[in-house]
């Protein structure tokens, strides 16, 4: 008998993305979302889901692209300060010391020293609620050498990404892998 | 100097939800989405994208509502298997063992083994390309007592989600807080 918990957004595991864009005046805005990830492999697309009130928002509408940083766990800090200030009021690459660095594919800046980045084009718009969904077409992932396999493939371990657990408000890193993927569900 | 890795949907961390459906035949069938996220916070929503070719498909498209299952990772087997088979040549819960309970909100079964599980009805289908788009509505997020907290809240370190790794395939644990959000970023 599972207890009832209610109707909330509480799944244990969300990304933790940084969205970068550049602001009416070309000034360049990165903001943390959570709501966020994978819908579509062909063409390779993904989202993220915005408060109309974020100044994200306001810039995705006008320039329809944006990138998504990823944070290695050592950015937390970092991660949590572009999601919980607004680019409003403060400039985010300044108070962090972190560095924009415009993209070559779409006309929006990505953060230098987060390891693993990703350019968009958005393809479709989706009024949900209070949030509104991005969809955006992946044109390119771009990564640092030294988090790369031998494959020319992000590897988790060097990469160290976070997840975001809403139900606690917490941030994690990423464990021990438990299995490979379309192998290990045959012993069965 | 970041290295282009081209086009792919290879972000680090996606979720690996176990959506739980009824076929035609009022046989319950259940498969693994890595394909999906919340996506709006009011209405509470969450999604999942799925390949037309798939059983689930079918089922959501037929009757509108789903239930999302989320493993503990000492079911990584388990949900491995739910990803690489189909409900058209097998009984998924029979093969492994594991129980269907239908929801009493939702005309869906849910994982009995799986210790937090999510009831949904569909609120709109974005068609983006090989993947659809189902957008529902959280009716209610249940719990089993013993991965509730003080505050009857899903304890992430008792829930032990996985998530799914796209450019290694594999599944990983979560690992240790590396912070609380909406208060760590407050020290810059």
Redesign the interface.
């Known amino acids: 008998m ?14 933790v993305w940084a969205v970068g864009t550049y602001n009416r005046d070309g000034k360049p805005n990165v903001m943390t979302a ?14 993220v ?1 915005l ?1 109309k009130a974020t100044l994200t928002y306001s810039n995705i509408v006008e320039r329809k692209v944006f990138t ?1 940083s ?1 944070p290695s ?1 050592n950015y ?10 607004s680019g409003k009021t403060v400039d985010k690459f300044s ?2 010391g972190l560095t924009p660095v415009k993209s070559d594919l779409v006309d929006a800046p990505y953060v230098k020293e987060f390891p ?3 350019e968009c084009k958005v ?2 718009i ?1 009024e ?4 509104t ?1 991005f ?1 955006g ?9 030294d988090v ?2 031998e494959k ?5 371990e060097k ?1 160290k ?28």
């Open positions: 599972k207890n009832s918990l209610g109707a909330k957004t509480i799944v244990p595991t969300t990304p959570a709501w966020g990830g994978i819908c579509c492999s062909k063409p390779p697309c993904l989202y889901s408060r998504v990823i766990e937390t800090k970092e991660a949590d300060y572009f999601g919980v200030t108070i962090t693993l980045i990703i393809i479709q989706v949900i609620g209070l949030h969904e969809i077409e992946i044109l390119d992932v771009k990564a640092d050498s790369l396999n020319n493939l992000p590897n988790i990469v990404p976070i997840i975001w657990n809403p139900a606690g408000m917490t941030y994690h890193k990423i464990g021990k892998s438990t299995g490979q993927a379309f192998s290990i569900g045959k012993e069965l």
